[in-house]
T-cell receptor, first 109, second 116 residues
């Protein structure tokens, strides 16, 4: 079956760096998405990776290793507003999104 | 603001009620989606519409009935729901889902549904 694994919850300190991991097992692979979802709000698109390597967008970076079925989202210089859930989703061979359950990130002062 | 709006934001209904959820997208997209989001579970895709035609129904119970009158509007009609249907219902839209293209989905804020 198809599956996405990511930690349920993580805690980090304001100003620090945190890495949220995601492993995927899908029938075929056409890329991986990261979304951010604040409580009570819409999931918002953060990144899409289809090639191996690291892509940086300001304080957020996303990494992909296709051979390992692994991705991570790296958040630097954490701010209180980064407290949210982070959703990982892989695109399978039929271009269907397979979603993880999300990682709730708690930022402490 | 993602360009996708949903109303109402909160809904409480009894098991015998009939209600509808509304979604509107202002992005000029061709596809719209309904998802169910339950606590600590992955998003569950319920329905997909492309150019107002339903292209996918992931074995959703008939007490959920979608309607897509045009490419900008999507409804989810609810009747005789069960308490386990309580969840956040998210609407999303994308440019073009069906031709093997990578297609980013943009979400609305959801309707928090409670079934008593």
């Amino acid at each position: 079956g198809q599956n996405i694994d990511q930690p349920t919850e993580m805690t980090a300190t304001e100003g620090a760096i945190v890495q949220i991991n995601c492993t995927y097992q899908t029938s075929g692979f056409n890329g991986l998405f990261w979304y951010q979802q604040h409580a009570g709000e819409a999931p918002t698109f953060l990144s899409y990776n289809v090639l191996d390597g690291l892509e940086e967008k300001g304080r957020f970076s996303s990494f992909l290793s296709r051979s390992k079925g692994y991705s991570y989202l790296l958040l630097k210089e954490l701010q209180m507003k980064d407290s949210a859930s982070y959703l990982c989703a892989a695109l399978d061979s039929n271009y269907q999104l397979i979603w993880g359950a999300g990682t709730k990130l708690i930022i402490k002062p | 603001e993602t360009g996708v709006t949903q109303t109402p934001r909160h809904l409480v209904m009894g098991m015998t009620n009939k209600k509808s959820l509304k979604c509107e997208q202002h992005l000029g997209h061709n596809a719209m989606y309904w998802y169910k989001q339950s606590a600590k579970k992955p998003l569950e895709l319920m329905f997909v519409y492309s150019l107002e035609e339903r292209v996918e129904n992931n074995s959703v119970p008939s007490r959920f009935s979608p309607e897509c009158p045009n490419s900008s509007h999507l409804f989810l009609h609810l009747h005789t729901l069960q308490p386990e249907d309580s969840a956040l219902y998210l609407c999303a839209s994308s440019q073009d889902p069906g031709t093997g293209n990578v297609d980013t989905q943009y979400f609305g804020p959801g309707t928090r549904l409670t079934v008593l």
